[in-house]
């Protein structure tokens, strides 16, 4: 019998959020040289034109649709044009987020607008992209959508109230979408990275916010150094492709160790050897 071969992207049409910067660009490299095309949208344009550049440098079709997550008008224009455009969506990548730079307030200086802000773009944002994009997949019986949590999903963090929450969110969240929608041979599942130097990929601003923290992370995780893009990237392309057709509901961790060794910015973590305790 010959042996069948599963893991191509070759054809599919994958959306994903928050695709100009850092793991979303990162993302749609890699998903573009195995074959996919991609639909880039967030919020400011010139980064989502330089991923587009990108995956058409690869010899694949992009597609730019600038979009706010939180804006439930513009969500749904981004699946209608991509619809318009590109013919089918088979995969929905909801990456779009935001980690502020901005000192930590004490919980009573927090306002309803940072409460607001922070939920809606991590949390509220994936729920409206997978709303819109859900009707489409089970009309047409078929479709992947993909969560991007975070580590600190599953820890607390002294004044990370909005993060952490929402962060927290998308993992259930990511449950009951999988329950759901499972009759309708729709597959959710949910990307948790760690500590991934993303530093070549972000803007200036958030280069200066990651400069001072970039050089001491890597002590705190048991492989003893940061991730990589592609570590990311390389993980969102198995959930994507067929190879993953059997898995729903589920949580992959890629940090290096990190949630496994304790590791998490609790502001608590001790500064440990690697060593200590080896004979």
Known sequence: MPVEKKGSLEGQVIIIT??????????AFRLAEEGADIVVAARRLAPLEETAAGVRK?????????????????????IEKTLGEMGKIDVFINNAGIVRGDRPKTLWDITDQDWRVGIDVNLSGAFYCSRAVSKYFAERKSGKIILVASGEGFRGQRNSFMYNTAKAGVVNLTRVMALTLAEFNIRVNCIVPGFVDTYDLQPEATQKLMASTRATWRLFLPVGHMGKPDDIAYLALFLCSDASDYITGGYFVSDGGGLTGGFATTGYAPVVSLMEGLP
Not at 18 to 27: E, Q
Not at 58 to 78: E, M, S
């Open 58 to 78: 690869r010899g694949r079709k992009a597609l730019v649709v600038p979009t706010d997550v939180t804006d439930t008008g513009q969500v749904n224009r981004l």
């Open 18 to 27: 928050g695709g100009g910067t850092g793991l979303g660009s990162a993302m």
